[in-house]
């Protein structure tokens, strides 16, 4: 998944998207993309201090073999600086943290970006619990749907993995605007068949793609 552009021809897409899609069902959707879920420097600057600390282990017993003297002040010295060297190197260039941490802690991170999105924008407010999310953070990788209760209730979880799967692909595919549009109308798809709309049905959310 590369960090494609939306335009504001794009933006217009997805809001289309959402409003065809509300007009079947009583249910809310909300759109949120993030360039990152989090900077990643201390998670980074402790893997990459880690490693060379190991490397510097191996330097030690590559000189204790050779017979070569090298005095402990030195050698400290020789780790700390190049520990900093280190730091500010990824402290300057934030996408070489990306190659430093686990795949486990940046998808962790992103769905806690997710979550947080979810009850930030309210989506858990609406009335009748039928609120969802569609959320993707670029730099992990990463895309979620994530519904309130009163959905949860109705539709399994590998309903939305599809869904999931497909905007995955065409984010992939540098078609970012392209997936979103595909998974709202699956998410409508499945609300509309579950929730329908009701006479006198309000909208509760705005209807647009928000970038963070």
Known sequence: ????????????????????????????????????????????????????????????????????????PHFVI????????ACALIWQFPGLRLWLVPRSLLWRSAHANALRQFHARNIHLTN???????????????????????????????????????LIGHARDDRLADGFVTAIAGVGTLLARHFPVQQGDANELDDHLVEI
């Not at 990643?40 to 510097?56: E, R």
């Not at 039928?130 to 990788?141: H, K, N, Y």
Request: proline share 3%; charged share 15%; hydrophobic share 55%.
């Open 78 to 85: 020789v780790q700390l600086l190049a520990a900093a060297a």
């Open 1 to 72: 998944m590369t960090a494609p552009t939306l335009n504001p021809g794009d933006h217009d897409r997805i809001a289309a998207a959402i409003r065809d899609a509300e007009s079947q069902t009583a249910g809310e959707i909300y759109c949120v993309v993030a360039r990152r879920s989090d900077g990643y420097f201390f998670p980074a600057a402790f893997s990459v201090t880690l490693g060379i600390l190991l490397v510097s282990l191996a330097a030690a017993a590559a000189l204790e073999y050779w017979w070569i003297a090298m005095r402990l």
């Open 128 to 166: 009748a619990r039928t609120g969802v999310l569609v959320f993707v953070s670029i730099a992990e990788r990463y895309a979620a749907v994530i519904a309130d209760a009163g959905i949860n209730a109705k539709v399994e979880q590998g309903q939305w993995d599809g869904i999931v799967a497909e």
